[in-house]
Nanobody
Framework: QVQLVESGGGLVQSGGSLRLSCEASGSIHSMYTMGWYRQPPGKQRELVATFASGGITTYADSVKGRFTVSRDNNKNTLYLQMTSLKPEDTAVYYC?????????????WGQGTQVTVAS
């Protein structure tokens, strides 16, 4: 089992910055791909950014150039640095960790942290 706890959300003005953290505990290891997803009000959950083993990162087009995902394996923590925030970035942000073998897939979610960007 893996437990994920997000922190760092809050209310920020348009153009501002926030840094989200996701602390993992339990049977987490560096081979897990970790990522951030978000769910805007009334919409489906969507990918924001991922950080895979080997340092490979991916970003949604809507956040490229504004958000940076990073990971500290020593602290088992994933970060999301968000800059130039826009009202459309308002959402509940969720941390995810997943890992697969030929026998089983492992997929875990945090409880989410609210980010609200005021115009």
């Amino acid at each position: 089992q893996v437990q994920l706890v997000e922190s760092g959300g809050g209310l920020v003005q348009s153009g501002g910055s926030l840094r989200l953290s996701c602390e993992a505990s339990g049977s987490i290891h560096s081979m897990y791909t970790m990522g951030w997803y978000r769910q805007p009000p009334g919409k489906q959950r969507e990918l924001v950014a991922t950080f895979a083993s080997g340092g490979i990162t991916t970003y949604a087009d809507s956040v490229k150039g504004r958000f940076t995902v990073s990971r500290d394996n020593n602290k088992n923590t994933l970060y999301l640095q968000m800059t130039s925030l826009k009202p459309e970035d308002t959402a509940v942000y969720y941390c995810n960790a997943h890992f697969g073998t030929v026998l089983r897939a492992y997929n875990y979610w945090g409880q989410g942290t609210q980010v609200t960007v005021a115009s």
